[in-house]
């Protein structure tokens, strides 16, 4: 996540406070001053005046070479640097703590007697961060160096709150994507329903709202679902899990997807807050009738192609966002699928995103949409004949992504369900697939 979602994160959130004061105080009084100086008394001036500011942690060095040794040896937290001296002088001094690595931000505080603007002016160039002009004055100097040592205790606390909360949302990203069927799953639904399945899933920078599922209804047949919660971030996370144990919760109306439906809502109504909602989509694919019966709640339109015409039928996804209101209600349609179709569904992350120049549909056409659109992806898939799920799947998304040069801002998730003719289409060579996928499970969690 970069700097900018960080502060994104830190300000929605309000996790992040400034670090209490008497915590700062016992920081400050234990931080390491490193005073570089030719001069043994002017190396004990200075020490004696920041023992009076309240610090106590000192170390000292009579020339530049011997300053860089103690970097590591002392590690202090600033350096209090004099510019003229033997062996190596204050400006290489500050060169090379500026070409280091670690050591790069260090805070180091000029100390001279030299008037001369130019030399002042070159000192900040090669790296110093302030300065102060000798004789010193007492005050002054502890005021300086206390500003310097508090943004950097300040800001090392930051980043480790930052370290923490990339490692927290890491691991809430992983957890996410584990709510995804694996292929395991996904194989042996294809074994037994003669179906080929395969998903695509791009997540954004941020943590997002979006997952989708298949499973086995109560009755037995096939049920697939798309979501998409509102907004990015932790309580976007939140809400997947949430809603994943709450379709878990009502899957004995899973044959019934308008009370499916419903029935999520009215707890999500319960749960959630201002401005939370989810669209989903939700649907049973009935191969005895042919067709697949559905609800929607202000999803991605579900689409269905012909492979042998190219054909593309686009569904009704309008309804009510699930936890927006209660007591919804919510329509009953149907889609026809038959041998030889396609069904791909989609989230919203396909919608709305730029097109690069001369990329797309209709790029030749003057004031064309600037944007990607629900007909686009169907006309997209119209474009896309083959009967193989994942090789349409792989080639739908290849072709968008160049479209818009792969740049997204939201979740991409995309479910591509074909039913191919020939029995035994689905089927993949080896007779120990299940075994290798476990195997590659098992891996892929360790």
Not at 233 to 242: L, P
């Amino acid at each position: 996540m970069n700097t900018g979602s960080y502060a994104k994160f830190i300000h929605s959130h309000k996790n992040y406070s400034q670090m209490p004061k008497a915590v700062l105080q016992e920081e400050l009084t234990q931080a390491r001053i490193l005073i570089v100086d030719d001069a043994p008394l002017n190396c004990e001036i200075i020490a004696g005046f920041l023992e009076v500011g309240g610090f106590s942690c000192f170390e000292y060095a009579n020339n530049g070479i011997v300053a860089l040794e103690k970097l590591d040896l002392f590690r202090p937290d600033i350096l209090v640097l004099d510019l003229s001296m033997p062996k190596m002088d204050g400006f290489e001094v500050c060169r090379r703590i500026r070409d280091h690595d670690e050591w790069c931000d260090i805070p180091i505080l000029i100390e001279t007697g030299i008037d001369d603007a130019n030399k002042r002016a070159e000192a900040f160039a090669v790296g110093a961060t302030d300065l102060v002009t000798k004789p010193i004055n007492q005050a002054e100097l502890n005021a300086r160096v206390r500003i310097h040592l508090e943004y950097r205790i300040l800001m090392r606390d930051l980043q480790s709150y930052q370290s923490r909360i990339a490692s927290e949302l890491s691991l809430a990203r992983e957890m996410q994507e584990a709510l995804l069927p694996t292929d395991v799953v996904l194989f042996e639904i294809n074994a037994r329903h003669k179906v080929q399945i395969a998903q695509y899933f791009q997540p954004s920078e941020e943590l997002g709202g979006d997952f989708w599922g298949v499973k086995e209804t109560q009755k037995g047949q096939l049920a697939v679902y798309v979501v998409d919660f509102a907004g990015h971030g932790v309580n976007a996370a939140i809400n997947t899990f949430r809603l994943h144990g709450l379709i878990n919760e009502v899957w004995n109306l899973s044959d019934n997807p308008q009370l499916f439906l419903e029935a999520l809502n009215e707890r999500l109504v319960r749960l959630l807050s201002v401005e939370q909602y989810a669209t989903m989509f939700y649907g049973i694919i009935d191969q005895e009738k042919q067709r697949i019966c559905y609800a929607a709640a202000a999803s991605t339109p579900p689409m269905v192609m012909v492979n042998k015409t190219g054909d593309v039928l686009m569904g009704d996804p309008r309804g009510i966002p699930l936890g927006v209101a209660p007591d919804t209600r919510y329509e009953m349609r149907e889609l026809p699928f038959h041998p030889n179709n396609m069904l791909f569904l989609f989230s919203d992350g396909f919608i709305a995103v730029p097109y690069i120049e001369g990329e797309g549909p209709h790029s030749h056409v003057p004031n064309r949409a600037k944007n990607t659109t629900e007909e686009d992806i169907a006309l997209l898939m119209s474009e896309t004949p083959c009967p193989n799920a994942p090789i349409f799947l792989d080639r739908l998304v290849g072709t968008f992504n160049r479209w818009v040069d792969g740049k997204t801002e939201d979740d991409m998730s995309a479910v591509c369900i074909s039913w191919p003719e020939r029995s035994g289409q689905h089927v993949l060579s080896g007779i120990n697939i299940i075994e290798e996928l476990e195997a590659k499970e098992e891996e892929r969690n360790t």
